[in-house]
């Protein structure tokens, strides 16, 4: 595949003319995407127009559908391709263009040190969407610009999630994790509502079982009994309410 691909990249390269930045496109999208419309032709149709109004020399597009932005470079198969490729030396492209930047992360915080690592190699980065590329001085600078205000985004929005949680918790709220012996968790699932209550079998079970072993002195013998009685925590109690009923032979 990678042969295949350089060798269309070879051909590609012979309409370049003298001086001019050959480009190639990275473009994804993710399952969930795909499920609400997005695809890559929109990506790529945007970063090829971005391409001709630079004057740039378009070369090839690399896409990975159905992968998530939350994955590695290295686990995705034409990113990393094009990775191994922007090593190579002489490098066959000069440019990364990607439609937008959540194609490479989630959040902003995750494209641009991938930026920064493409120009450690000496491959510029555009990004078609914010309309910025780092070839000249004055496009980097605006990179750095969009990479400081995408960091404080991050930070405010993680501070003010946190604040939520602490809120939610000091109210008594469930914030996740584990849940203590003798509780349950309420409104499991619904954001500000779920929260810690003590659960009345359990409590029973947890009662019964200090009385057998006090009288057995053994905790295997008191959790026999315990099954006996049909007295379950809540983990056990989910395990039998999910096995058939059994009939007796006929």
């Not at 404080?152 to 949680?165: D, F, L, V």
């Not at 003798?182 to 009662?207: F, I, Q």
Request: overall charge neutral; cysteine-free.
């Amino acid at each position: 595949m990678t042969h295949t691909l350089t060798s269309a990249i070879d051909v590609a390269q012979q309409a370049v003319r003298a001086g001019q930045l050959r480009a190639v496109i990275y473009a994804r999208v993710s399952t969930e995407e795909q499920a609400k419309g997005y695809g890559i032709a929109a990506g790529d149709k945007r970063a090829k127009r971005y391409i001709e109004k630079k004057d740039w020399a378009y070369i090839t597009t690399f896409a990975d559908e159905g992968v998530s932005g939350s994955l590695d470079w290295t686990e995705r198969p034409d990113l990393n391709r094009l990775m191994e490729l922007a090593q190579q030396e002489p490098r066959p492209f000069d440019v990364v263009v990607v439609p937008e930047g959540r194609v490479i992360g989630r959040a902003d915080r995750a494209y641009y040190p991938w930026v920064w690592k493409l120009e450690d190699l000496g491959v510029f980065v555009a990004d078609a969407k914010l309309d910025i590329d780092n070839t000249t001085d004055e496009g980097r600078a605006k990179m750095r610009e969009e990479a400081n205000y995408a960091f404080k985004e991050y930070t405010r929005i993680r501070a003010r999630t946190q604040s939520g949680i602490q809120e939610h918790a000091e109210d008594g709220g469930y914030t996740g994790g584990y849940v203590p012996f003798g509780y349950r968790v309420e409104n499991m699932g619904k954001k500000r509502e779920s929260r810690l209550v003590p659960d009345e079998m359990e409590a029973t079970t947890a009662k019964r079982a200090r009385q057998l072993f006090v009288e057995h002195r053994n905790w295997s013998t008191a959790a026999e009994l315990l099954n006996a009685e049909q007295l379950f925590t809540a983990q056990r109690r989910a395990v039998v309410g999910r096995q058939p009923a059994q009939h007796p032979d006929r």
